[in-house]
């Protein structure tokens, strides 16, 4: 049993995650600015797993408040997931990125450093790959990103791969995700993004509960059999037991490493949306908009190596299976956290 500190464990894969890691008896504290996620989730995975989580708002970049967590609570590992996530936002915002990903990044680092915390699990993307790579994906494959927010993984990537090299004690996972979608079992938690959503299902979603009007698929001129861009969609599920074993490979002595998480399957936009209407039995209205600035027409997976040496196995393949879990969380909470309500039926 490990006490794992799980920065930005607020958001959507982190709430899944500190589900996984309570049911394998693992002891979660969670850190979060609330930025872009809410209180609510995590007070959702509380009824779920009827487990406390001490819980700390806290700007992550603060060295002397994330200290107070480390002085009060002995952390054997950090799982990182604080930062910004939107594609767009970061081209145009460039410096908030830089200053706040990896500035997040660099924080923790010290105060590990400072409180002999050794095990740390990296929330990195599919997005550090160069677009010109076949597919599918391998984790030695040329890194190039074509945005702000792809190079603040792929340098916070490389800060870890820097401060491994001179503290033989600290060891690092680099879980570069593909997409991420689908919601819990239980219907009770599920991605909940502020605003508009940048991503492609939670947009579907918010059609889908009439949030939204239509879909704009962007582009429709690509080089794939349908002309929409092919993507790796993973269960956030499957990504939270990654996590698990990522923090149990280290606590075992595993020696850094870098894991592609995905499916290895990739579906073109159109095919997403057609299975959402299989899925939800509606409409869901969609139009083709012009491409979208830094879209590679496929990203797909490779993950053999997190099968032969995390032993990951991820459960969930079929896609349609896989939208109706994120189905099922919608359809029953169409305002997401937002009246932070405690769920009845739970
Ligand atoms: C998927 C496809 C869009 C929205 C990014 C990050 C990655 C991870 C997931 C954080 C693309 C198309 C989308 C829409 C559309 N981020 N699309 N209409 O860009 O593959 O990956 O998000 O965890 O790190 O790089 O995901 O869902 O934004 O887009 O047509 O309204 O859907 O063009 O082809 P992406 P996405």
């Not at 915002?93 to 740390?120: D, R, W």
């Not at 503290?167 to 239980?186: C, K, T, W």
């Not at 899925?279 to 869901?284: M, Q």
Request: aromatic share 8%; with cysteine.
């Amino acid at each position: 049993m490990a006490t794992i500190l799980c920065a930005g464990g607020a958001g959507y894969i982190g709430t899944h995650t500190c589900i996984a890691l309570l049911q394998a008896g693992h002891k979660v504290i969670v850190a979060d600015d609330l930025s872009n996620s809410k209180k609510a989730a995590l007070d959702r995975v509380q009824q779920i797993t009827g487990q406390e989580i001490p819980f700390y708002q806290i700007d992550i970049k603060n060295e002397n408040e994330l200290s107070v967590i480390f002085a009060k609570h002995k952390i054997d590992a950090v799982i990182h997931w604080a930062g910004f996530k939107a594609v767009g936002e970061s081209v145009e915002k460039p410096l908030m990125y830089y200053q706040n990903n990896l500035g997040c990044t660099i924080s923790l680092l010290k105060v590990m450093a400072e409180f002999g915390a050794k095990c740390f699990v990296f929330s990195s993307s599919a997005t550090v790959y160069d677009v010109h790579n076949a597919m599918p994906l391998k984790e030695e494959d040329v890194c190039a990103c074509t945005n702000p927010y792809g190079w603040t993984k792929w340098m916070g990537e490389q800060i870890l791969r820097d401060v491994g090299k001179v503290d033989a004690q600290m060891s690092v996972v680099l879980l570069r995700y593909f997409n991420p979608i689908g919601a819990h079992e239980s219907g009770l938690i599920g991605e909940d993004p502020n605003g508009i959503p940048n991503n492609l299902m939670p947009y579907i979603s918010q059609v889908a509960v009439g949030k939204r009007e239509k879909l704009s698929i962007f582009g429709n001129d690509y080089d794939t059999p349908d002309g929409t861009c092919i993507r790796d969609y993973i269960h956030v599920t499957d990504l939270a037991q990654a996590h698990i074993l990522a923090v149990e490979y280290l606590m075992n002595g595993g020696e850094s490493n870098t894991f592609n998480l995905g499916n290895g399957v990739g579906f073109t936009v159109k095919e997403v949306i057609e299975t959402a209407r299989k899925a939800t039995g509606l409409e869901i209205k969609a139009q083709t908009a012009p491409r979208r600035a830094g879209d590679p027409a496929r990203l797909i997976a490779s993950s053999e190596k997190a099968k032969k040496v995390l032993g990951w196995k991820p459960e969930h393949a079929d896609l349609e299976e896989i939208i109706s879990s994120a189905w099922k969380w919608h359809s029953t909470h169409p305002t997401g956290f937002a009246d932070g309500r405690r769920d009845a039926s739970c």
